[in-house]
Structure formats: C-alpha cells, structure tokens
C-alpha cells in the first residue's frame, strides 16, 4: 500500500480553475495541474483497501490502489504501465469521465475520496511529456482485415485492442476527422482537439488505417464493407431526442448538438454558413445533463445575454440522497464549471409552447412549474401546477434531451435485428449476422466514454475469438502490461 494512514493527513487536492472572467474569452482548456508532489500526496491517500470498490465500478476495472500506490512511490513509468494495461485513452477519461470509482471509494464514507480521476489525467500527461507512450506494433500479422465503422471511443479502443492482436483495422468515420463525439460533441474547453490528434498520430503509427468522410450506406457502399473478413459497428447513439412541442419548428429552436458541432468546426477553420451564435440573445437550454452544461458554457463565450437552464426533474439534493447509498453512483446535484460562468438554473420546468413573431423567430418560451407524482408498482406520473403558466424572453432554445437510440441505416442495409430501444442486437457483442459484431452506444444506447471504451475492448476480444478460433486479448479489469 501507499503510505500508510495517508488519508488520515493529506486531505483532498483537485485541480483549480482559471478565474471566469479570463476563461470565458477563448475555448482553451481551463484547469491548472497540481505540482507533482501534490499528486503524489493525493495518491498517498489511497487506503489500499481489502475489497476496492473503485475498480469494481469502474466499467474498466481500472486497477485503481495499483497506479495510486505507484504514483505514492514517485514509480510513474509503472504507474503508466498499470493504467494502461486496462484503459487505451486515459487522456479522455482522464478529463470527461464523470468518475464513478470516485463515488465507491471506500474513503468516500467519512472524507472526501481520492482524487482518481486527477491521479489518472497526471499520469498519461507524464507518459506523453517523458516520452513514453510509444507505438505498440503486432510482431506479425495474421493475414485476417477487420472494419470498423465509426472513430468515437468505443471504435477507436476496438481498433487499437484488434490491431495489437494482428489484424489489419481499417477505421471508417462519415465526419471530416476522427474522434466521433468526443471530436465534435465536446467543447474544447473540455478536451482540446489536439489531445485526439496526439493519439490519432500513436495509432495511425501502430499500423491503423483511417479513412474520414466515409459515410457506410450512403458514399460506401455495405458491399465494399463485405469485403472485410470481419466488421465492428460503432457508430454511436445519434438520433436526437426532440420535443413535440407547439412551435419547436420556429427559427431558433436549435439541437444542442448541432450548436456544439458548428462551434467547434469554427473554431479550427472551417466556414459554417448561418452558425448558430447565442451572441446579445436571451438563451435557454432544456436539458440539465453534461450536454446542456455544455451549451451552457459555449452561450457564455458566444456573449450571450442571458443563459437560462430548464430540467423537467427535481432539483437533486446537496449531498448524497439516501435513495443512492454508497457505494452506488449518487442522486446528487452536479455543479459544472460551465453553470458556474452564469447560469439561471430551474427544475420542475416543462415547456409547453414555443412563441414565435411573424417571421417565424423564436421569441419566448411558455412554461408550466410541474410536479412527479409517485405510486409505488407504478410508472411515475407529471402533474402540472395550476396557475404556474409563465412566459420567458428567448431568442435561443437548445435542445439538449439526450438520444434516443442509433440511425437505423446500417441495421436495415446489414439485415441486423434491433431492440424495442431500437438499438443493435448483439450477444457477446455479436450481432445476427456472424461476422458483424457492434459495441458503445450503438449497442447499450447513450452511456459514457469510459463505458464506450470498454465496449470496444470487450467486442475486440470476441472478434479475435471468431476470427482466430482463440484469443490472447485480455478481459476487463485483467489487462496485460504492455511494453512501453
């Protein structure tokens, strides 16, 4: 274990922010790393525990007290050694992950967990600045080609896993660039673009082939994709969830992750005709998830008027909701440096009509307050507040709902069954079709990067399992330490 009783005399340390009236000028990431020896500290703190319940709700199975104890020890190069034997991209994880070891961290129940997901970011930026994240070439090739539709995390960590394994991946993304969502659906105060390009240079030298503006099913065909000994379908849960509302056809009604998109795309040189710019507007973003505190922070950089948040559930409480006990992930309310830039935030909202002027311009919202009604054995009913009608100015609604489920396109071209959520069928992530495997959002629907990642491990090994008749690959929470 690290040092013993180090929780006991290091408290908590995370990261500070540059101040918001600097920050929200430009699009850069914002945190201001801990020295060295803080880190050290903070993985001092780590109790080393009998039965981690951080790497077991980790959908990686991080070997979490492991690096920790390494970084205690100032062993940084086994630490690396460690968290990648388990996690391809800690440098996403590292900053977007929303950190669900850190809710079951058995020190969790009396302080403030250890800092993991800081701990984690310190050591791949280590690895990168030492030189020590180097390309890792199969010795040999198995003559086997593999196809992988989609670039976001899940596709690129199912890549990365089949290409160590031997095979030939080609990487088929329909955008301009690859990275899926992380590219385009995360602000660059998030996750500079330069962090997916670092590792896109790491793969494209490990033998991976990429290939952007390929759209399977409409500019290529699924015939050519046939060609492929076997196929991983990442595409992603894409669909938008939208809101059958009076007057959401108005001119100002806007997705959420078009807004998102457009302003990243901008912002490394690309022409948008008619962006969408929250630029002297009266904003409300519906939708109180990461998206939305997303459109919250790009609004505010936009030089938006006003930001207002709507969430149709009620306002989590402070600390941990005793429906949620530890070790499970909390009913908890999540403050994001974005709300902190400006943010009127409202729970128990439901918009019920759009106002638009003659031309068809979104000028107001009208919203009724609401309430749950809960029946035990029954699905929870919304009860409208008489007289709580209101209207609110807005020239910006962004809808930030989540999705619904992936594009059908690929399934009905590919003859692959789906859900009743209309996601793609698989078992041991393969689908119907015996070659055709899928993994992340596409298969599990909308979930996080950290289980996208995962995903695209797990549908490596059973691709290399129907290809070889066996696999070396290793399983969750059991990963081989690589080379370095």
């Given at each position: 274990?690290?040092?013993?009783?180090?929780?006991?005399?290091?408290?908590?340390?995370?990261?500070?922010?540059?101040?918001?009236?600097?920050?929200?000028t430009?699009?850069n990431?914002?945190?201001?790393?801990l020295?060295?020896?803080?880190i050290?500290?903070?993985?001092s703190?780590?109790?080393?525990?009998?039965?981690?319940?951080?790497?077991?709700?980790c959908?990686?199975?991080?070997l979490?007290?492991?690096?920790?104890?390494?970084?205690?020890?100032?062993?940084?190069?086994?630490?690396?050694?460690?968290l990648?034997?388990?996690?391809?991209?800690?440098?996403?994880?590292?900053?977007?992950?929303?950190?669900?070891?850190?809710?079951?961290?058995?020190?969790?129940?009396?302080?403030e967990?250890?800092?993991?997901?800081?701990?984690?970011?310190?050591?791949?930026?280590?690895?990168f600045?030492?030189?020590?994240?180097?390309?890792?070439?199969?010795?040999?090739?198995?003559?086997?080609?593999?196809?992988?539709?989609g670039?976001?995390?899940?596709?690129?960590?199912?890549?990365?896993?089949?290409?160590?394994?031997?095979?030939?991946?080609?990487?088929?993304?329909?955008?301009?660039?690859?990275?899926?969502?992380?590219?385009?659906?995360i602000?660059?105060?998030?996750?500079?673009?330069?962090?997916?390009?670092?590792?896109?240079?790491?793969?494209?030298?490990?033998?991976?082939?990429?290939?952007?503006?390929?759209n399977?099913g409409?500019?290529?065909?699924?015939?050519?994709?046939?060609?492929?000994?076997?196929?991983?379908?990442?595409?992603?849960?894409?669909?938008?969830?939208?809101?059958?509302?009076?007057?959401a056809?108005?001119?100002?009604?806007?997705?959420?992750?078009?807004?998102?998109?457009?302003?990243?795309?901008?912002?490394?040189?690309?022409?948008?005709e008619?962006?969408?710019?929250?630029?002297?507007?009266?904003?409300?973003?519906?939708g109180?998830?990461?998206?939305?505190?997303?459109?919250?922070?790009?609004?505010?950089?936009?030089?938006?008027?006003?930001?207002?948040?709507?969430?149709?559930?009620?306002?989590?409480?402070?600390?941990?909701?005793?429906?949620?006990?530890?070790?499970?992930?909390?009913?908890?309310?999540?403050?994001?440096?974005?709300?902190?830039?400006?943010?009127?935030?409202n729970?128990?909202?439901?918009?019920?009509?759009?106002?638009?002027?003659?031309?068809?311009?979104?000028?107001?919202?009208?919203?009724?307050?609401?309430?749950?009604?809960?029946?035990?054995?029954?699905?929870?009913?919304?009860?409208?507040?008489?007289?709580?009608?209101?209207?609110?100015?807005?020239?910006?609604?962004?809808?930030?709902?989540?999705?619904?489920?992936?594009?059908?396109?690929?399934a009905?071209?590919?003859?692959?069954?789906?859900?009743?959520?209309?996601?793609?069928?698989?078992?041991?992530?393969?689908?119907?079709?015996?070659?055709i495997?899928?993994?992340?959002d596409?298969?599990?629907?909308?979930?996080?990067?950290?289980?996208?990642?995962?995903?695209?491990?797990?549908?490596?090994?059973?691709?290399?399992?129907?290809?070889?008749g066996?696999?070396?690959?290793?399983?969750?929470?059991?990963g081989?330490?690589?080379?370095?």
């Amino acid at each position: 274990m690290g040092k013993i009783g180090g929780f006991k005399e290091y408290n908590r340390a995370d990261e500070s922010n540059v101040a918001v009236l600097e920050r929200v000028t430009n699009y850069n990431e914002f945190t201001i790393p801990l020295s060295k020896d803080k880190i050290k500290e903070q993985g001092s703190r780590c109790m080393d525990c009998g039965i981690p319940f951080c790497h077991s709700s980790c959908p990686l199975g991080n070997l979490i007290p492991d690096f920790n104890d390494m970084v205690h020890q100032e062993e940084w190069e086994s630490a690396l050694q460690i968290l990648q034997s388990t996690n391809n991209f800690p440098e996403f994880t590292g900053r977007l992950c929303p950190a669900p070891c850190e809710k079951s961290c058995v020190l969790g129940i009396i302080k403030e967990p250890v800092a993991i997901e800081n701990i984690e970011k310190n050591i791949i930026e280590r690895g990168f600045a030492e030189g020590w994240i180097k390309p890792q070439t199969p010795e040999k090739r198995t003559g086997k080609t593999v196809a992988v539709v989609g670039s976001g995390p899940a596709g690129l960590a199912a890549a990365q896993q089949l290409n160590r394994a031997g095979h030939t991946v080609t990487v088929f993304e329909r955008d301009n660039a690859i990275g899926g969502l992380l590219r385009y659906g995360i602000p660059n105060f998030k996750l500079e673009k330069g962090i997916i390009d670092r590792r896109v240079k790491v793969l494209e030298a490990e033998g991976i082939v990429f290939k952007t503006n390929v759209n399977v099913g409409v500019n290529f065909s699924v015939e050519e994709l046939e060609a492929f000994d076997s196929i991983v379908l990442c595409g992603g849960a894409t669909e938008r969830r939208g809101l059958p509302t009076k007057g959401a056809d108005s001119k100002g009604v806007v997705q959420a992750m078009d807004f998102l998109t457009q302003q990243t795309k901008v912002l490394y040189g690309e022409k948008i005709e008619d962006q969408v710019l929250a630029t002297g507007k009266d904003v409300i973003v519906i939708g109180g998830g990461d998206t939305g505190s997303d459109c919250v922070g790009t609004s505010n950089r936009h030089g938006a008027k006003s930001v207002t948040n709507f969430e149709i559930m009620p306002k989590p409480p402070v600390g941990r909701s005793e429906s949620t006990p530890w070790p499970f992930w909390p009913l908890q309310l999540k403050t994001s440096s974005s709300h902190e830039e400006g943010c009127n935030r409202n729970w128990l909202i439901n918009t019920k009509e759009f106002l638009a002027n003659e031309k068809g311009e979104l000028v107001g919202l009208k919203t009724v307050e609401v309430q749950w009604k809960i029946t035990p054995g029954q699905r929870p009913e919304l009860i409208e507040k008489e007289g709580s009608e209101k209207i609110w100015p807005c020239d910006l609604a962004l809808l930030a709902l989540g999705f619904t489920g992936p594009e059908k396109t690929l399934a009905e071209q590919l003859g692959i069954e789906v859900d009743i959520r209309t996601n793609y069928k698989a078992t041991n992530y393969k689908t119907n079709v015996p070659h055709i495997f899928t993994a992340g959002d596409m298969r599990r629907g909308q979930s996080l990067i950290v289980w996208a990642i995962s995903e695209g491990r797990e549908a490596a090994r059973e691709v290399d399992l129907y290809l070889m008749g066996f696999t070396n690959l290793p399983t969750k929470g059991n990963g081989d330490l690589p080379a370095l």
